[in-house]
């Protein structure tokens, strides 16, 4: 299970944003690390991702590993300010995980125009910036639905690649994840025809334009008090964030593990965690850990104070 980073914005006793890590080896009862970041606290202009611990390897022509590197050892967390910026564009700001998360190692002004609410973002593999278009009555797609732009991260964020989804404007019930595999999940929580929460893949292979996957899962339909993370088996974490109109059960922010070999119609676990329940100032990711054959891009280390 990989480590479960939780970004706490505003209201924090540290008076920055702060970054708190779960273990996932051990069933996330315990932090390794809890700390205020370089950022202070942030509000509903950022959002957040994680990047992945990249170790890149080499094979002979038999496919027996010659040699190993690590080339990105630490998750960085990036902060996405989406609105408000110097630059009047939608900002990169990689806060150092080899500096303990109190220093900038970049701050990446991008080819996006500023953002708001209608969009939503991950981070994949060669750290690449995956950006989803919902759109919305007032301000639609150009194409009439979900659309996904990704930033290139050789061209430092000014280059994009554009994919039409098969999948009409989208809104606050859903979530996008990106897996390992760089297929799209997308969980709609709830006005489902299945009358339960559902996971609908869309692949890498076809550009984005065919499902794989289209179901109903075990978990009933949800709303703005839960949250969803992939693991790196794409095991689906449904995160019960709780609030005083709907607490959990605990009384603790719970983590309800879909598994993937079930296609999501089995729980493989159910945890409670040691955080009292957590609202909108929370944000939710999961750690990866990506094993490449193949060149990787990574910002240059230049520590901003």
Known sequence: MNDLYIIKKSQTGTGKTELHILLGARNYQEFLLQTGTRLDETDDTWDFAAAPHIERRD????????????????????GIKKSNTGNGTTELWFVSAAAKYKQLSFIFATALEMTDNNWSFAMGLNLDFYIIKKGSLANPTGSGNTELHILSAV???QEFFHY??????????????????????IIKKRNTGTLRTEVHILSHDSNYAEFTFQQGTALGMTDENWDFVLDSNNDL?????????????????????????????????????????????????????????????????????
């Open 59 to 78: 094979a002979d022509e038999n496919g027996t590993i010659v040699s190993r590197q690590i080339v990105h050892d630490n998750a960085d967390v990036v």
């Open 155 to 157: 061209s430092e964020y």
């Open 164 to 185: 039409i989804t098969p999948i009409e404007m989208t809104n606050e019930d859903f979530v996008f994840l990106l897996s390992i595999n760089l297929d799209l999940f």
């Open 237 to 305: 974490y449904a995160i019960f964030k709780g609030s005083e109109a709907v607490p959990t059960g605990s009384g603790k922010t719970e983590i309800h593990v879909l598994s993937a070999d079930s296609n999501y119609m089995d729980y493989s676990n159910h945890i409670v965690t040691p955080l009292e329940m957590t609202d909108n100032r929370f944000k939710f990711m999961m750690s990866q850990d990506i094993v490449s054959t193949t060149e990787i891009w990574i910002p240059p280390t230049i520590m901003w104070p």
